[in-house]
């Protein structure tokens, strides 16, 4: 067996050791970017099956990304999906979106976790037992795929994105900082999609 599914199970490993059954593991994608929604996602793989591949998802390509999130949605006990939207980033902070993100996807899950598996953030999903897991997406089977399936769930949104701006380029980049997004904006202002309270601290925007 692959030495990384080794490494990234064994707070899996624990856990089924000590008689549980349904393990989930939850983390989001687009936190950073300029523009667009925060999605999260909750997982729940079943016992024993181990996709070759399930890495944190920034660390895999975007074929690798989308074959292992086709495994992972073919597989898996449930599967539950939180898109937070640009306005509502702007209106109660990003840090608040992604925990309201994070509570839309456990919400959505047909079949609730016995443990959840977090990457980072404390005090979501009520009394739901849980264990904080810092880097949780390099260190965990479980949140490595839900951060799979948020982070292609986010980039099929900016695509389709991409063809209502196609000024924007945001197929390429997703909403992030970069270079030529900062280039394009400052050339063509703010899009509806654009977080305005990221974009207003960079001069020569118009918003």
Same mark, same amino acid.
């Given at each position: 067996m692959n030495k990384k599914i080794i490494e990234n199970y064994s707070y899996e490993q624990e856990l089924y050791?000590?008689?549980l059954e349904l393990i989930g593991g939850t983390d989001e994608a687009g936190r950073g970017p300029l523009a667009g929604p925060v999605v999260a996602a909750c997982v729940?793989?079943?016992k024993g099956l181990r996709i070759e591949g399930v890495d944190d998802s920034k660390k895999l390509s975007e074929k690798k990304r989308y074959m292992?999130?086709?495994k992972i949605i073919e597989n898996a006990i449930s599967v539950g999906v939180g898109i937070v939207d640009e306005k509502?980033? &702007?209106?109660? !902070?990003i840090l608040n979106a992604t925990k309201i993100a994070f509570e839309q996807a456990y919400s959505n899950l047909q079949v609730k976790p016995q443990h959840m598996l977090i990457d980072a953030l404390k005090g979501l999903f009520g009394n739901t037992p849980q264990t904080v897991i810092i880097k949780g997406d390099s260190l965990s089977y479980q949140i490595a795929a839900a951060s799979?399936?948020?982070?292609?769930?986010r980039d099929r949104i900016m695509i389709?994105?991409?063809?209502?701006?196609?000024?924007?380029n945001f197929?390429?980049?997703?909403?992030?900082?970069?270079? &030529?997004?900062? !280039?394009?904006?400052?050339q063509h202002g703010a899009c509806p999609i654009h977080r305005r309270s990221?974009?207003?601290?960079?001069d020569g925007i118009k918003l």
């Open positions: 050791d000590s008689g729940i793989m079943p292992l999130y086709d509502a980033i &702007d209106e109660v !902070n799979i399936v948020a982070k292609v769930t389709e994105y991409d063809a209502k701006y196609p000024e924007y197929r390429q980049h997703k909403g992030y900082g970069t270079s &030529d997004h900062i !280039n394009v904006l400052k990221f974009l207003k601290n960079i």
